[in-house]
């Protein structure tokens, strides 16, 4: 069951196909909008859509922000195993305790790490989302506009009715580009530099509860 771009994927990639020749062969006026969106983009409608629309979905993002959440909280529940007090006295207990407080920060580093990588993932399956119902509204508005009539007849003023359609889709994208770049994204984990504990001064006492 797909979206609304997927539905329009089969008439508007014959629109657009058109459209894309028509640039090919005739080009545009060189201070036609055009040109700086096909620079930006680096593609021309027909292609550019067709890609989005077959690899650009969120439901494997959106699962595999699921999947980090998962291993994030696992990563907490190894925490609280590792902080759990220990009834063990004498320096034995001691550098027990100094490695227990260097894997707890090192286990919640990790759990924040996959927590914050978890979320871009729901912010980018998001984008997605929007990207893709904007776009299929920009392409219902194409296939119903009198440019796209001129293209399909290819009337004399074809050339400039596919610039139009083409500067009008194109747009779409690259707005969705700049809103992509633009996502949060996660503050890697840096945790400090492994330290080793002193050495145990074995010269004392160490004792176990009875």
Avoid: C, K
């Avoid at 700086?36 to 699962?63: C, F, Q, S």
């Avoid at 790490?113 to 993932?121: D, E, K, S, V, W």
């Avoid at 440019?147 to 399909?152: D, W």
């Avoid at 994204?185 to 002193?198: D, K, L, N, R």
């Amino acid at each position: 069951m797909g979206d609304a771009l997927d539905h329009l994927a089969a008439p508007a990639g014959e629109l657009l196909a058109r459209v894309d020749d028509l640039l090919a062969r005739f080009g545009a006026p060189d201070d036609d909008p055009v040109w700086p969106l096909l620079r930006r983009v680096r593609a021309l409608p027909g292609e550019a859509v067709a890609a989005l629309t077959e690899t650009l979905r969120a439901a494997p993002v959106a699962t595999a922000g699921a999947d980090l959440r998962s291993h994030a909280a696992a990563y907490a529940d190894a925490q609280a195993v590792v902080t759990t007090p220990v009834a063990w006295e004498g320096p034995a207990g001691e550098a027990y305790a100094a490695h227990a407080a260097r894997l707890s920060a090192d286990l919640a580093a990790a759990g924040d790490a996959l927590a914050a990588a978890g979320r871009l993932a729901d912010d980018t399956a998001a984008w997605i989302g929007r990207t893709r119902s904007r776009l299929a509204g920009v392409l219902a508005d194409a296939l119903a506009s009198a440019e796209a009539v001129a293209v399909v007849l290819h009337t004399d003023d074809a050339p400039a009715a596919a610039a139009t359609i083409a500067t009008r889709v194109l747009s779409a994208l690259d707005a969705a580009i700049a809103e992509g770049e633009n996502l949060p994204q996660p503050i890697p984990a840096h945790p400090a530099p492994a330290t080793m504990p002193p050495p145990a001064n074995y010269e004392r006492v160490t004792r176990l509860p009875h």
